[in-house]
């Protein structure tokens, strides 16, 4: 994301949306209320009124909408913003739907940012690319093949295939892994091409052997490989990795990475008990006790106005914010703590903890709490 221009006095950001994370970004940052402002495409109210309206010339105009709906598309990464137009050389307070995609310029105004807002704008202005990194979880007849651009994961391939057991002909197990192997290497070459790095993992010994053939057939990857071990394969390895933080230094400019990394060590430091805190009550003591180090926070709690003054306080603490995406596995692990977490410098405790209200992340199952 790069910042062309801001207006102090009216809050306006006129804003280049360089990667699919930027996409995400601006879609939070855009809430009901804004007004956006993009170049866009509407039907010429002045062609003549005997030309059908689906057959009108449209014409590319500039459009400030004020937003009442915000949606974004991952799997063909558009954002669609859908408001009254505000400004524009026709067809005032009509709606309008502006279609955002990489590569657009947007005018956001919003006369006051918020920590979240700061944190996510900060973010995606720190200079930080999106390099594409490919990941592969293999074993035998189950690997998945993931893309990571910053906070974007993109499915590439699932390859799923039955392979012959020993109760069967030697040759034709020898004959399936052959042809899984072919299959494997065909798809990673392919789309490695462009990619900053390639990371191969799994449990078993298939991802040794796929990057031995990858040496030998297409050596320009070997400098971009690297091989991790992980207990699972398919998207359940490809979360493990990024949790795991054993892959860091490859992945250390994919934020996706850095999320997944981030609510494990919230986990891990909440299993301690008193390294983290969760759930609003404890976060806000947290911050205010000056023992906050990084406060995560799930997406869909940022237009919460209890949040976001929590927020505000840790940012003005010097603690680090981090948005999660709710849709991931993260996410729905922030989710099942409350939505809100901390990670602290030093062991504190809750002076309420132990008379805390019922229901707290705390006593609630991992999995489903929903927090105080």
Do not use: C
């Not at 009901?32 to 993009?38: E, F, K, M, S, Y």
């Not at 937003?67 to 005032?92: C, K, M, N, W, Y």
């Amino acid at each position: 994301m790069r910042l062309l221009a801001r207006d102090t006095t009216t809050g306006a950001h006129r804003l280049r949306l360089e990667t699919p994370s930027d996409l995400w970004r601006i879609s939070r940052l855009v809430r009901p209320g804004d007004r956006v402002g993009a170049s866009t495409t509407r039907r010429d109210p002045e062609a003549p009124i005997d030309v059908p309206g689906a057959e009108r010339t449209r014409r590319r105009i500039y459009l400030v909408v004020r937003a009442e709906q915000v949606e974004f598309h991952g799997f063909s990464q558009h954002v669609r913003i859908t408001g009254p137009i505000l400004e524009g050389p026709f067809d005032i307070g009509r709606h309008h739907t502006l279609d955002l995609a990489e590569g657009d310029e947007v005018t956001l105004t919003k006369p006051e940012l918020s920590a979240g807002d700061r944190a996510l704008l900060d973010e995606g202005l720190s200079g930080r690319s999106d390099p594409s990194i490919l990941l592969a979880a293999v074993d035998w007849g189950d690997s998945s093949i993931v893309r990571l651009r910053g906070r974007a994961i993109e499915p590439v391939a699932d390859v799923r295939r039955t392979i012959a057991g020993k109760r069967f002909d030697a040759r034709q197990g020898e004959k399936d892994r052959n042809a899984y192997l072919d299959e494997l290497l065909t798809v990673i070459a392919r789309e490695a091409e462009g990619a900053s790095a390639l990371v191969l993992a799994g449990p078993g010994f298939l991802k040794e052997d796929l990057s031995r053939r990858l040496a030998e057939t297409h050596p320009e990857l070997t400098r971009r490989t690297r091989v991790y071990p992980t207990s699972e394969a398919g998207r359940v390895g490809v979360d493990e990795l990024l949790r795991s933080g054993r892959a860091s230094e490859v992945l250390r400019a994919s934020v996706a990475a850095e999320e997944a990394e981030a609510v494990e060590r919230l986990v891990r430091a909440l299993s301690g008990g008193t390294r983290a805190a969760v759930g609003r009550r404890e976060v806000a003591e947290a911050i205010d006790a000056g023992a906050v180090e990084i406060v995560l926070v799930a997406e869909t709690l940022l237009a919460d106005e209890e949040i976001a003054a929590i927020l505000d306080r840790a940012r003005g603490g010097r603690a680090r914010l981090f948005v999660v995406r709710s849709s991931e596995t993260a996410g729905e692990r922030l989710v099942g703590v409350g939505g809100i977490g901390a990670i602290l410098r030093y062991d504190w405790t809750s002076p309420t903890r132990a008379t805390g209200p019922t229901g707290s992340p705390r006593g609630a199952p991992r999995s489903g709490a929903s927090g105080p």
